[in-house]
């Protein structure tokens, strides 16, 4: 099998090493969001600088990899107007933070 074939058989197969597959990705994320927490609260140290770079290159792997096997790649990429339409846009964070926790307008500067 070629390279692709073999992405597409484990992203999408529906056999055990497939599935396998899927849930180290799974358990490979939830490592990863675990660690990027616990390391937030650490003194900067060369291995976490390391093991930060080490995870990204998998992840790039990983994007990469759902690129090749995707059908519709366009899709992968989001819209620049979705942050807008779920309330991310500056102006929608500087209003809720406002009302949420009581900041007066004028601790917050125009957001463009």
């Not at 937030?40 to 759902?66: K, N, T, Y």
């Not at 690129?67 to 339409?85: D, I, M, Q, W, Y």
Request: proline fraction near 6%; hydrophobic fraction near 45%.
């Amino acid at each position: 099998m070629n390279l692709k074939a073999t992405l597409r058989h484990l992203y999408l197969g529906h056999n055990p090493a497939s599935e396998r597959f899927r849930y180290g990705l799974m358990t490979f994320d939830i490592v990863t969001i675990c660690f990027f927490i616990v390391s937030s609260m650490l003194p900067e140290a060369r291995w976490i600088l390391l093991l930060d770079a080490a995870i990204g290159v998998v992840l790039l792997f990983d994007f990469w990899a759902r690129f090749v096997v995707a059908t519709k790649k366009v899709a992968l990429f989001p819209e620049p107007g979705h942050a807008r339409r779920r309330g991310r846009h500056p102006d929608a964070v500087r209003r809720r933070l406002r009302r949420e926790f009581g900041f007066p307008p004028e601790s917050f500067g125009r957001c463009a």
